[in-house]
C-alpha cells in the first residue's frame, strides 16, 4: 500500500481492474483526514466535501476569437495532406525560457517540428539545423519501415512531448514518446534531448496500437505508458513506471485495462455511432491529475473517408486524485468539434500533450481541429489515410477560468471534511460572488471566522483578523463557506504565498 499526498491509500492492486468514473474507490472511502497541503483544492468531485447545499456547474471552454493559432504555411506543413496541430505533441511555457514551445506533426503524418511563442498566440517556426531553412526536429526515411524495427524510423502518428523538471540530468531534460502510424501492434520509440531539438537515447518499448501516449504524474513521481487497446472498442491500457525507459518492456497481457466510454456516454444523435475512447492526455494540475478524455463518435473510417469529412472526437475532462481511478461528472465535453462546413475544427477535436497553460486568471487548453476536404473522397487515393478526412488540421486555444472546470453555485454553505495541511499560513478561495468561512474545531467550535469578500477573484486571501492560521498545523479541522455567488477552488499558501501545487504545463504570469 502507498500513502499518497492527500492521504488517499493506494492498495498495491489498484490497477487490478478498470478505471470506472462512478465507483472511484477514494470517492466512496475518502480519508478521515484530508491532506490539502499541495495546491489548489478543487471542487471537482465530492472528495472534499461533507455537506452542501449549493449546485455544481460545468463550465465549458470558450475557443479563442483568433484561432486558429497555427495554420499549415509552409511547403513541408501543407504537401499533400495539409497539417500543423500537435496531435498530441506538446505545447509548454518553459518556466525556465519564459517562452511558449510547441511540438507539432506537419503535413499529416508527415515530420515533427517545433514552434516558439513570446505570447502563446503568434508562432513563429525558427531555422533550424536539422534540415537547414525548416523547423523541423525529427525526420524520417521513407525508404524504411518500422517493420525493420528501427527506432530512427521517425513517421509519426502520435506524439508526447515532456518537459521533465524532475531529472537533474539536464541532458534528459526533454522527454519524447512517438508511435508511428496505423497497422497492428508495433513499438513505440522514446527519446531525451538537452533543448528539445536534438534528440538522443531513441530506444524501442514495448508493441503498442496507434495513438498511444505518455504522461507523468508528479504526486507519484511514476511515468505512465497510455497504451492504445481493444478490450472495451477503442480502449486504453494503463504501465506505469519510475523510470521511462527502465520500464520501456512490459508484458502486453499484464498491462492493466484501464479507460473506455461506457453507457453514460450517449451517442451523437445525428450520427448514432457508440461512443469510443479515441486518447487521453493527463497532466498534473494543482492538486489534482487533470485529463481530456477524447471521446470518438464517429463516423467510422470508411464513412469519413468516401466524404473527405473528419470524424468527429470532442474532449471531456476528467480529475484523478490518485492518478488511476477517474471520474467525469459531465459528459459533456469542454471543447467540441464546430461540425460546421467551413470551420477550421469541423472534426477530429483533439488535446495535447501537457493539456493546459497556466496564464494568469485563465487556463489556455491548446486544442486541435481538422476542416478535411470535401474535394477528395476515397477516389483520391487507394491509401485510406490520404483521403480529405484527414486535410487541413491546427491548432487553436479554449479558455477557461483558473480551477474553471466545476463551480458551487448558489445562497448556502459547504461543510468540508476533516483536513489538515503542514507549513501552511494564510487561506486563498477562488470566487465570484460574496463569501465567508469559518474555521471549525474537532468538538464543533467555531474556532475563527473570516471577514466576508465580495468581489470576483480567482486568488483573494481571507482575512482572518488576528487569528493565525498557522497554529492548525497538526490539528485536524473543517471549512465552511457561506456563499452567495459561484466558487470554484480553495487553497492554503506559504510564507511565501505558494500553494504548491502542480504546473500542469507551466504557468505564464
Sequence with gaps: MEKLYNNIILPDDFASKPSCPNDVPYLKNPPEVINVSVGRQLFVDDFLIEETDLEPEYHKAKKFDGNPVLSPETEWERGKMPAACPKSGGVWFD???????????????????????????????????IEPGTNKILTFDSNSTIKDFDPKYLKPDSTTFWIDHNDLDKSRRYKMYLRNPGGPPYPGIIGTSPDGIHWENLTLTTNVGDRSTIFYNPFRRKWVYSIRS?????????????????????????????????????????IRHKPELYNVDVVGYES?????????????????????VPKITELIPMYSRDGYNFSRPSREPIIGSSICKGSWDRGYVQSVGGVTIIHG?????????????????????????ETGMYMNGATGIAKLRRDGFVSLNGCGSILTRRLEFTSKCELH?????????????????????????????????????????????????????????????????????????????????
Design 95 to 129: 518556466e525556465d525560457e519564459r517562452i511558449y514551445k510547441m511540438w507539432y506533426e506537419a503535413g499529416w503524418l508527415g515530420q515533427i517540428c517545433y514552434a516558439i511563442s513570446h505570447d502563446g498566440i503568434n508562432w513563429e517556426r525558427p531555422n533550424l539545423d
Design 361 to 385: 486568471d485563465e487556463l489556455w487548453i491548446y486544442y486541435i481541429g481538422f476542416g478535411g476536404d470535401e474535394r477528395f473522397g476515397r477516389w483520391y487515393s487507394d491509401d485510406d489515410m
Design 288 to 308: 489534482i491529475m487533470l485529463g481530456m478524455f477524447e471521446i470518438f463518435y464517429g463516423p467510422e473510417n470508411n464513412f469519413c473517408g468516401d466524404r473527405g
Design 230 to 270: 481493444g478490450w472495451s472498442a477503442r480502449s486504453r491500457q494503463y504501465h506505469e513506471c519510475d523510470d521511462l525507459f527502465e520500464g520501456a518492456h512490459w508484458n502486453p497481457n499484464e498491462a492493466a485495462k484501464w479507460l473506455s466510454a461506457d453507457e453514460l456516454d450517449l451517442p451523437n444523435p445525428y
Design 429 to 509: 478561495v477562488n470566487i465570484d460572488g460574496r463569501v465567508k468561512v469559518a474555521i471549525i474545531g474537532e468538538s464543533g467550535e467555531v474556532i475563527a471566522e473570516s471577514l466576508e469578500f465580495s468581489g470576483d477573484s480567482t486568488n483573494v486571501r481571507l482575512d482572518f483578523g488576528s487569528f493565525d492560521i498557522a497554529s492548525l498545523e497538526g490539528k485536524p479541522f473543517r471549512l465552511r463557506f457561506d456563499v452567495d455567488g459561484k466558487l470554484y477552488s480553495f487553497g492554503f499558501t506559504d510564507m511565501n504565498g505558494d500553494f504548491g501545487g502542480a504546473h500542469a504545463a507551466g504557468i505564464a504570469e
